[in-house]
Each structure stands twice: as C-alpha cells, then as structure tokens.
C-alpha cells in the first residue's frame, strides 16, 4: 500500500500545484488574443483610412491612388530598403506632378538613370525625398531604382543606416 501510495502523492501534487496558475494562464492567453485582435482591427482602418483619403503636403485632401493588383495590406510591412522608414502610397496629385516632373528631366533614379513614366503607381519614403514606382500592382524596392524625388538625394546607400 505504501509504494503505490507513494507513487500517486507526486503526480497528485502536481496537478494540484498546476490549478491556481491554470486560470491565470488563460487570463494572459484570453488578453493577448484580445490585444492581438484589437491591433488588427486598428491597422484595418488605418488601412481604410488611408485608402479613402491621404493629406498632402500643402494640406488639401485628396484621393490615394491605388494601382491595380496592388495588395494595400502590404503598406503594413513595406519599408524603404535604404532606411526602413515607412512607405505610404502617393495620391493621384502627387503621381501626377511626379509624371510631370519625368517627362521634364528633373526626376532621375538614385543611380542617375532617366526613368519613364509608364508607373502606376508610386510609394513615397516617410520623409518625401524618395519614391518607388509600382508597376503592374508591383512595386519595385530595389534601392538604385528609387525615384529621387527631392534634387539633393545621391545614390542609394542603405550601408549607411545598418549598424
């Protein structure tokens, strides 16, 4: 009797160690699901907002422009491949007097090629000195084929932000 009781006591408290922490564990699991859920929901309409409607640098609202075939989801993991600053979609403005400024020569890639202007779309860097052309809903990050969009940007160089 002593050894199959001895046997039963250390499993016995074991499971009686585990019920306290039980409710708590799922208390955390319950609050991170929860958390996880509210932080989608808060990037889905950050992303609807910034379909409906972007501010532009001189403060009019105007209309984002969404190139077809292009995923919007992927604003939430797309970045700058120089410096991983965000990236937001440009409007239809901005595209525009973009394309203008193509055809006029004063915008060239980072390593000095003439681009055309047969984008869709562009991807403008956080601080507005660099775009990325989307073209057929895909946008082109390659760091030497980003639109130098203000004249004192040089060539790509992302060595210069990695550590």
């Known amino acids: 009797m002593t050894l199959q009781l001895s046997a039963v006591l250390p499993r016995f408290a074991r499971a009686v160690a585990a019920l306290p922490r039980a409710p708590a564990a799922e208390r955390q699991y319950r609050s991170a699901t929860n958390m996880q859920r509210s932080i989608h929901l808060l990037r889905a309409v ?10 532009t640098n001189d403060g009019a609202t105007s209309k984002v422009l969404v190139p ?11 970045a ?15 595209v525009e007097a973009i394309r203008t400024r193509v055809a006029k020569g004063s915008v060239h890639y980072r390593d000095g090629r003439t681009p055309s202007s ?14 990325y052309t989307i073209t057929g809903g895909v946008a082109d990050m390659m760091p030497e084929n980003g639109l130098a969009l203000d ?13």
């Not at 077809?68 to 797309?78: Q, W």
């Not at 047969?118 to 000195?129: K, N, Q, S, T, W």
């Not at 004249?151 to 550590?163: C, E, H, I, L, N």
């Open 118 to 131: 047969a984008f869709e779309g562009i991807l403008i860097r956080a601080d507005g000195r660099v775009g």
């Open 80 to 94: 700058c491949p120089e410096n991983l600053s965000t990236v937001r979609l440009a409007t239809a403005a901005e």
């Open 46 to 55: 950050l992303a609807f907002a910034l379909v409906v409607s972007c501010k």
């Open 151 to 163: 004249p004192t940007v040089g060539p790509a160089d992302p060595s210069k932000y990695r550590r």
């Open 68 to 78: 077809k075939g292009f995923d919007v989801s992927l604003l939430e993991i797309l």
